[in-house]
């Protein structure tokens, strides 16, 4: 029971950190879109002037960034499941190397769980460091957890080679 107390506490922090990364980085794109828009009309950096209602117009657009950003986690990360019937240990490399193709790499193996991380500096940051995928093993089934839209991509990919793979099994035992 203490062991599923802690799991929980781990998720929340994550996600409460997801949050704040969200809402810190439409801070920033707002007031970078903001001050573009001054430079551009050549007006003033009066907020009262700026906007209508002046500070309350702040207050309202931190209230709906904070709303978003705590949203968003829960609508931008997942986790999928993929059946496979071939071996782990056979699959594994083919893996390794789809996650690369989508430049991805192996941050951690721990045997039935690997965790890989964006290959990319820039695209990690752009990903504000949110780039982790896991994939944890058990029979034969992935369970594939991270940001939505690299997981959909990546899920594409290893459906993909796993349809290759049982397409070779069954021509192989065709020829026999």
């Keep these: 029971m203490h062991a599923i107390a802690n799991r929980f506490k781990f998720y929340c922090m994550r996600y409460f950190l997801r949050a704040l990364k969200y809402f810190v980085y439409i801070i920033v794109l707002a007031a970078i879109l903001i001050v573009l828009l001054v430079l551009l009309q050549g007006g003033s950096f009066d907020i009262d002037t700026l906007f209508i ?3 309350r117009s702040i207050y309202m657009m931190l209230g709906i960034f904070a709303v978003l950003s705590a949203i ?3 609508i931008g990360y997942q986790k999928r499941s993929i059946s496979f019937d071939c071996g782990w240990d056979e699959l594994k490399p083919d ?13 951690n193996d721990m045997g039935n769980m690997i965790t890989f991380i964006s290959d ?20 034969g089934v992935m369970l594939l957890e991270g940001h939505r839209r690299n997981l959909i ?14 397409e070779e099994k069954d021509s192989a035992s065709l020829s026999e």
């Design 53 to 55: 209602q002046g500070k």
């Design 120 to 139: 990319g500096g820039a695209a990690r940051f752009l990903r504000m460091y949110e780039d982790r995928i896991t994939v944890e093993v058990t029979g």
């Design 95 to 107: 893996l390794i190397s789809v996650m690369k193709e989508r430049r991805f790499k192996v941050e």
């Design 72 to 74: 968003y986690p829960a």
């Design 153 to 166: 991509r990546v899920i594409y990919d290893i459906d993909t080679l796993l349809k290759n793979k049982k």
